[in-house]
């Protein structure tokens, strides 16, 4: 998987475990790579059977030829030709080791994992689900057809995944985040359902979310004032000294000074604790709280203490 400076010709041979449009991923043992036939009819390159193409699908064995790419992220194939062999058998998938999936070593390598759902996002053809990992996040693409209507029912269920890790990278070739493309039906499950509906979970005090909890990242709900509102993106919530800020895809306007109830899931934001994919309802109106007359110097010294000594600051923000 060394960078590749200049192409060369290559014939590779594995079994398909993803496809989508001209692009495919193939897999021989415990090495997959990208095969790029997206490109090539514009490029020249491709010179074969749009009809062999247009039929691989998952489980599929193929042999590729032409060039190896240095790729966008990690070396890919532009193809030439693509021979369909026959049927293949899909390769058992890994478990995952976080310190490999979560900076991007597994990219185009089928696995598996656990994962808490969030949240989603629709994609057009397909949902994207929001999944978190003890403090890690990743996504999930599941096409649409795989699932009974809107994922809305696996919010705060823990699931059992398996498909194949790609990553997401910027333009400098960086791995951004990991993404897993979900192929089957089977292949996601409910390991564990959720606790209720959004405002069912726990009430935890606003200046408490990123405390200590026994039974650690499910849904929380918490109470507050909304001292900022930025609809469709996200509000500020205070309760006495303490302000959060609570992302959510809810296009509600709310007023300065509603005292509203949010439930979502906790993420730890650079040395703070925010609300993240949360849901918000208007509990009352109300008056914003008082603005607290404090010096910048004096900010500064109440957390110095506070560090020193291993103790909470008062006021916390």
């Known amino acids: 998987n060394a960078a590749i400076d200049q192409p ?29 036939a997206q490109s090539t009819p514009q490029s020249g390159l491709w010179r074969g059977d749009e009809a062999a193409l247009e039929s691989v699908r998952p489980g599929m064995e193929i042999e590729v030829e032409w060039l190896a790419s240095r790729g966008g992220y990690m070396p890919n194939i532009l193809a030439a030709t693509i021979h ?72 705060d269920t823990e699931v059992r995944l398996v498909g194949v890790a790609v990553t997401h990278f ?18 996601i499950s409910v390991e564990y359902p959720a606790s209720g509906a959004a405002f069912d979970a726990a009430l935890v005090p606003l200046a408490a979310i990123g ?39 809810a296009i509600d306007r709310f007023t300065i000074g509603d005292r509203v109830e949010v439930a979502g899931f906790v993420e730890i934001r650079g040395r703070f604790a925010a609300l993240i994919e949360a849901t918000v309802r208007r509990i009352a109106p109300g008056q914003p709280p008082e603005p607290l007359a404090i ?8 957390n110095a203490d506070a560090s020193r000594t291993g103790q909470m600051a008062e006021p916390g923000d």
Request: charged letters at 25%.
């Open 8 to 36: 060369y010709p290559v014939r590779v041979r594995g079994v398909v475990t993803w496809r989508r449009n001209r692009g495919i991923i193939i897999q021989h043992e415990q090495a997959g790579i990208w095969i790029d």
């Open 84 to 155: 369909v062999v026959g049927e293949g058998n899909e390769p058992e998938p890994l478990p995952i080791d976080p310190r490999r999936f979560f900076t991007g070593a597994d990219c185009c390598l089928r696995v598996t994992t656990r994962g808490l759902v969030q949240g989603y996002r629709d994609d057009g053809h397909q949902w994207i689900l929001l999944l978190a990992d003890g403090p890690q996040r990743f996504t999930a693409s599941v096409p649409k057809e795989l699932l009974d209507g809107s994922p809305q029912s696996l919010v």
């Open 170 to 187: 910027n333009t400098r070739g960086e791995f951004l985040a990991p993404r897993l493309h979900i192929v089957w039906r089977d292949d």
């Open 211 to 249: 405390h200590y909890r026994p039974l650690g990242g499910g849904r929380i709900r918490a109470r507050g004032i909304v001292t900022f509102s930025d609809p469709g993106q996200f509000l500020y919530a205070q309760d006495g000294s303490t302000g959060v800020r609570v992302q959510t895809e």
């Open 295 to 302: 010096a910048p110097d004096t900010i500064l010294r109440i």
